[in-house]
């Protein structure tokens, strides 16, 4: 099953310190996945001002109680970067 996960980010004043402190481990996490074939597509959400407020990532997974361990762990939840995390089941299109 493929899912879109939307994370975005707390609006305090220590989001964006929150963020870059888990950055790397976040980003290795999702090399990963990609290296793995459970990441199909990823990235950061921007504001108008190009400023990272939220991340975008298109996993696939074999149900979403998989995912759900997967997200649970990764470094940008257990860094309490995002603040709001939605999750759509998704089907790409035979492109």
């Known amino acids: 099953m493929q899912f879109l996960v939307l994370g975005y980010d707390g609006m305090d004043s220590q989001a964006l310190e929150r963020r870059m402190a888990v950055r790397e481990a976040h980003i290795e996490s999702?090399?990963?996945?990609?290296?793995?074939?459970?990441?199909?597509?990823?990235g950061a959400i921007l504001d108008d001002a190009g400023k990272m407020i939220g991340s975008m990532m298109l996993v696939e997974f074999p149900s979403k109680a998989d995912m759900q361990v997967?997200?649970?762990?990764?470094?940008?939840?257990m860094g309490k970067v995002w603040e709001k995390i939605e999750v759509r089941p998704f089907r790409s299109a035979p492109l």
């Open 30 to 42: 999702a090399r990963k996945m990609k290296a793995a074939g459970t990441l199909i597509e990823g």
């Open 70 to 77: 997967w997200l649970d762990a990764d470094p940008y939840v």
